[in-house]
Structure formats: structure tokens, C-alpha cells
């Protein structure tokens, strides 16, 4: 898939890819812990995640939990594709203002061009 035209197949590609890197495909439940690597963080980061109800768990025993690898999936990919859509909007933002003003400095410029040629005219 090309990534330009389909920036939700790549960003489930990179997910896929971070966790398989970090747990093996048959493994369906994660610990606490291989949540924290996978997504780069400290375990109590992960714990309140669970907390807050933003990462589907299954809880083993009072303080143990099991991640599914879906949970994390989903989680990664929203969080993913969160901050890039905020970022290709911030950046839209920036070229939107950097127009407007190309656009300001070309009308002046236009303007002074027909000055200089009525200026001229016999």
C-alpha cells in the first residue's frame, strides 16, 4: 500500500511491526511490563492507562493485569494516528499562512508593476 494515500495502513504496519519486535505474534496476552516496553514507557504509565480505562485489560489478581495484544494495538494505532493527524494540521496551518502572505507580497507587487506601466504609458 502506499503510505501517501493510505496513512492508516501505515501506521497499523509500524504498530504491528513495534509489537512483533517486542513479543512474539503467538503471544495474545502481554504483562504489564511487555506493555511498558513495547510502548516505550515505565510500567506505572502503563498501570494508569488501566486506571483511566484507556487500555483494555484482563485483570489477573488484584494489582496483576493481562494486555491483550489487540488492546495495545488499538491503543498504539489511535494514539498514532492521533498526533499525526494533529501534526499534518499544524502543518497545514503553517502553509496556509505562509500562502496568505506569498499572496500579499504578490498582489503588492502586481499592484506596483501596473503603477510602473500606467506611469509609463504616452
Given amino acids: 500500500m502506499n503510505p501517501v494515500n493510505d496513512p492508516t ?16 505474534p503467538e503471544k495474545e496476552l502481554l504483562t504489564v511490563q ?3 516496553l ?16 484507556s487500555l ?3 485483570p489477573v489478581h488484584k494489582k496483576s493485569f493481562r494486555i491483550p495484544r489487540q488492546a495495545l494495538r488499538d491503543h498504539l494505532l489511535h494514539r498514532y494516528v492521533a498526533s499525526e493527524l494533529t501534526a499534518a494540521t499544524q502543518e497545514l496551518a503553517l502553509v496556509r499562512l505562509e500562502l496568505k502572505r506569498r499572496k500579499a507580497e504578490l498582489d503588492r507587487i502586481t499592484k ?3 503603477q510602473a506601466s500606467d506611469a509609463h504609458t504616452p
Avoid at 9 to 24: H, K, T
Avoid at 38 to 53: A, N
Fill in 9 to 24: 495502513g501505515s501506521a497499523q504496519d509500524l504498530v504491528n511491526g513495534i509489537l512483533d519486535a517486542a513479543a512474539p
Fill in 34 to 36: 511487555e506493555s511498558a
Fill in 38 to 53: 513495547v510502548m516505550r514507557v515505565s510500567p506505572s504509565t502503563v498501570l494508569g492507562l488501566i486506571r483511566d480505562g
Fill in 56 to 58: 483494555g485489560n484482563i
Fill in 112 to 114: 506596483r508593476i501596473a
